[in-house]
């Protein structure tokens, strides 16, 4: 069994906070369970079966990608043991038990997967987090050695132990935490983390692809998606779902747990 840290990125709504931490216990108990707390309540998370991440502080909308970097240089610092890392949000929630156990199958061979990879993102692209970046590509052109970027969706990203500890002890890592710094984009991190691999030498995959109506930005999951996911034997988790707990996904995907 591979050893997985699972790190859920809240800065709010403690009861879906609290929702998801039972959720992921009951369905991947086998993982390392963390917070990262990007909010200004000091005690969010608190009394939660998690630990809560010291080097936690406030991120903004579209603007989370240092939430990562924080979360690497951690496991770096502290010689973390364990061979992936993923990140949760509070509109996810899984469905099935095996996601563990897929992530060690499909990653063999590989140091990064995510959601909706789209390789060479064309320079034409009306995409927020491309467009958005336009005015910034020659600097990160210039930084990964390459005129061309690869994007994905943010949720559920898996980062194998090779590529975190590759992209923290790069020596020109220092150059790209002050680009990342001065970054004024939307959502760089679903353009950054799928392209970088390129720099690094590593290899890359995307989750199946007839996952996409099941981990997607909108529309917001409905009773009947969990239902065609529940269909979908590689379908492990959802998102988004509302964060209402009265939600009927959210209903849904509580009485799976309960009765798992």
């Not at 991947?28 to 005690?43: A, E, K």
């Not at 509070?90 to 038990?97: A, G, N």
């Not at 996601?99 to 909706?116: C, K, L, R, T």
Request: with cysteine; proline share 7%; aromatic share 14%.
């Amino acid at each position: 069994m591979k050893k997985i840290v699972m790190v859920i990125l809240a800065h709010e709504d403690p009861d879906s906070l609290f929702d998801l931490v039972k959720n992921t216990s009951a369905f991947c108990s086998r993982s390392r369970l963390m917070l990262y707390n990007s909010g200004t309540d000091p005690d969010l998370g608190k009394g939660l079966d998690l630990e809560i991440l010291p080097v936690s502080r406030r991120q903004f909308y579209a603007k989370i990608t240092p939430f990562f970097f924080d979360v690497f240089e951690w496991l770096v610092e502290n010689d973390a043991s364990y061979d992936y890392v993923i990140n949760l949000e509070t509109d996810m929630l899984f469905i099935r038990h095996g996601y563990e156990d897929w992530v060690s199958s499909a990653m063999s061979g590989y140091d990064y997967m995510a959601p909706n990879l789209v390789r060479f993102v064309s320079p034409k692209s009306r995409w927020r987090p491309y467009k958005s970046l336009r005015p910034e590509l020659s600097d990160w052109f210039e930084f990964v050695g390459f005129r061309h970027v690869h994007g994905a969706f943010s949720p559920g990203q898996v980062f194998s132990h090779r590529y975190v500890e590759a992209m923290v002890k790069h020596r020109h890592y220092s150059d790209l935490k002050r680009l990342i710094a001065a970054n004024k984009s939307h959502t760089l991190q679903e353009i950054l983390f799928p392209t970088l691999p390129d720099t690094l030498g590593l290899e890359t995959r995307s989750y199946p692809v007839e996952l996409k109506p099941f981990i997607r930005y909108r529309p917001y999951q409905a009773v009947s998606g969990i239902k065609r996911a529940l269909g979908t034997p590689q379908a492990y988790f959802v998102h988004p779902v509302r964060r209402s707990l009265d939600d009927p996904a959210r209903t849904l995907v509580r009485s799976l747990q309960e009765s798992s």
